[in-house]
């Protein structure tokens, strides 16, 4: 079965970074595109990054832009978010989750993990 388990989330101070990771199995993980996507306490999903299959092209949310990146190692299974400068209104659950084949939408999601930025 497709699974999705988020890591490395925690508490880090404002201007701290974090690295998230996503391990992927049960499925071609260099097949699918994938997506960072955040939900803060008492708020919607946001999406927030976005790569393609191979990682060679990214996308990001304006909130986020110049301080993560998105990247991916297919051989390990393994998609990242790295977050630099951190900020209290980074601060959510953050979940990866699968692109689904020729939609605009997800259709696997992981069990999130917790980014605290705080004081």
């Known amino acids: 079965e497709v699974q999705l388990v988020e890591s490395g989330g925690g508490l880090v101070q404002p201007g701290g970074s974090l690295r998230l990771s996503c391990a992927a199995s049960g499925f071609t993980f260099s097949s699918y595109y994938m997506s960072w996507v955040r939900q803060a306490p008492g708020k919607g999903l946001n999406w927030v990054s976005a790569?393609?299959?191979?990682?060679?092209?990214?996308s990001y949310a304006d909130s986020v832009k110049g301080r993560f990146t998105i990247s991916r190692d297919n051989a390990k299974n393994t998609l990242y978010l790295q977050m630099n400068r951190l900020e209290p209104e980074d601060t959510a659950v953050y979940y990866c989750?699968?692109?689904?084949?020729?939609?605009?939408?997800?259709?696997?999601w992981g069990q999130g993990t917790q980014v605290t930025v705080s004081s």
């Open positions: 989750a699968r692109k689904a084949p020729h939609s605009a939408t997800w259709d696997y």
């Open positions: 790569t393609n299959d191979n990682g060679g092209s990214t």
